[in-house]
């Protein structure tokens, strides 16, 4: 496996490509091109590595330039017609284009050019979910084995189902896909469940407008989500497990593909794996994008091939789910912070956030507003934080009139709200909900009435 050092340091220079759904969007794989053909016609011999989305999508295509003995560079809107001159400048001339430079990332700097966390829109963040995307190759499993990857699997195979969920508890984590339930106890209750033939379920059907958390961390880094299926499925005693995501992120399942069959060669999916007697296999389950799927019991009946629609609880999933087995279902947000708190501590993970919300949150920044893109910020941080310190404020320097989070089940806050802390209950106070994370700016133009009636037709359609 690659050291970890060698991500940010190698003989040759590094290009990595924001390649993900966003970056391909603004034209990446033109970009893409243009780098290889360039140093082709250079004859440089350099690694250039597709990478998923930093969060920046304001300012795709992104590249990030590693040239050896140099700290990482990470350049913003770069075009095709940009590249001839970054890589004759940079990698020829040894000139680092702090006109062209967003910021460098590591221990040195570079004179004129920022360092790339201290930017404003990523400088209140903490990157726990996020903490691979825009570093490592996403299709290569050695990436991800080399910043940690897999080690909290390792841990948990050294302790018992009981000791798991304690450490859960420990963390404060919280279900990341909607109301906030304790995982801990949502684990709880499926263990305790009897039978021997238990199901568990990552729920990646993320349907609220304007919402791509789910679909940028599966882009980006997959094997986070899928260390913590094993995780949970090693904990609820769980041999098979679904990913259910929808057909509409074709890039995102392309590589959890990739990734499925990598952990099958390294012996981390199938029967006895790593020697431990543990079996488990993970199958995926594409969906055809209805929003009412995104609800458990409805995305449970799609899985059984019937008509995805939502059915009364109590017997809750634990109890009776897919095929009437006991059933765990966690977001692809929840179960990567799985992994990260069993790779590192339950208190590592709750310093972040607040007493009652413990951890980050990603959020999908949207609408009316300077710097769109995908952030993760530790609970209990403002509104008015995330719009105007990260987000940059309204577009047009216009007014803020609201902020709508949870989707079709939240709400508007309003600007008398904008000092309002970012948490569970506090949302649910406010009249809206966390939800899966998508939050839509509103400014002084946009009418909340046809705003609301978009919404109500959304969930219709």
């Not at 859960?168 to 304790?182: D, H, V, Y």
């Not at 568990?200 to 899928?226: I, K, Q, T, Y």
């Not at 017997?315 to 059933?327: L, R």
């Amino acid at each position: 496996c690659l050291p970890p050092e060698a991500l940010e340091h190698s003989e040759k220079p590094r290009i990595l490509v924001g390649a993900a759904t966003c970056g391909r969007s603004a034209g990446a794989l033109n970009v893409l091109q243009t780098i290889n053909d360039e140093l082709a016609k250079r004859s440089i011999d350099a690694i250039v590595i597709q990478v998923g989305c930093v969060g920046l999508c304001y300012l795709e295509p992104l590249v990030d330039i590693i040239k050896p003995g140099r700290p990482r560079i990470c350049y913003g809107n770069i075009t095709p017609e940009i590249v001839p001159e970054l890589i004759e400048d940079y990698l020829i001339k040894d000139n680092p284009r702090p006109d062209l430079a967003l910021g460098t990332i590591g221990d040195d700097s570079i004179e004129g050019i920022p360092r790339f966390f201290d930017l404003p829109m990523l400088k209140p963040q903490v990157r726990i979910i996020l903490r691979n995307c825009g570093t490592i190759d996403p299709e290569n499993i050695n990436h991800y084995i080399a910043r940690g990857g897999y080690s909290g699997f390792a841990r948990v195979l050294k302790m018992s189902p009981g000791e798991i969920i304690g450490e859960i508890k420990k963390s404060g984590l919280r279900g990341r896909g909607g109301a906030g339930f304790p995982t801990w106890l949502k684990w709880e209750f499926c263990r305790k469940s009897p039978g021997r033939e238990k199901y568990l379920v990552c729920n990646a059907d993320e349907g609220d407008p304007g919402a791509f958390m789910n679909r940028s961390v599966l882009e980006g880094d997959p094997h986070a989500v899928l260390e913590g299926m094993l995780i949970a499925a090693y904990t609820i005693g769980a041999t098979h497990g679904y990913i259910y995501c929808r057909a509409e992120y074709p890039l995102a399942l392309e590589r959890l593909n990739i990734a499925l069959a990598k952990m099958k060669e390294y012996g981390l999916l199938g029967a006895n794996i790593l020697g431990s007697g543990f079996n488990f296999d993970i199958e995926i389950k594409e969906g055809a994008g209805a929003f009412v799927c995104g609800e458990e019991t409805a995305l449970m009946a799609s899985i059984e091939g019937k008509r995805g629609m939502p059915r009364p609880r109590p017997p809750f999933p634990a109890q009776s789910g897919i095929w009437g087995k006991p059933t765990n279902i966690n977001n692809v947000e929840t179960l990567a912070a799985v992994a990260a708190i069993l790779q590192k501590s339950a208190d590592w993970y709750a310093q972040y956030g607040t007493e009652g919300s413990k951890g980050t949150k990603t959020f999908a920044l949207a609408g009316k507003i300077k710097r769109t893109g995908l952030i993760e910020v530790p609970l209990g941080i403002t509104l008015r934080e995330i719009v105007y310190d990260i987000g940059g404020g309204i577009a047009d320097d216009k007014q803020f009139r609201a902020v709508q989070t949870g989707g079709p089940s939240g709400g508007c806050l309003p600007a008398e709200l904008l000092d309002l802390p970012v948490d569970y209950e506090a949302l649910t106070q406010a009249g809206s909900i966390m939800g899966s994370g998508g939050m839509i700016v509103a400014d002084e133009d946009t009418c909340i009435v046809d705003f609301a009636k978009f919404f109500l037709t959304f969930v219709q359609a």
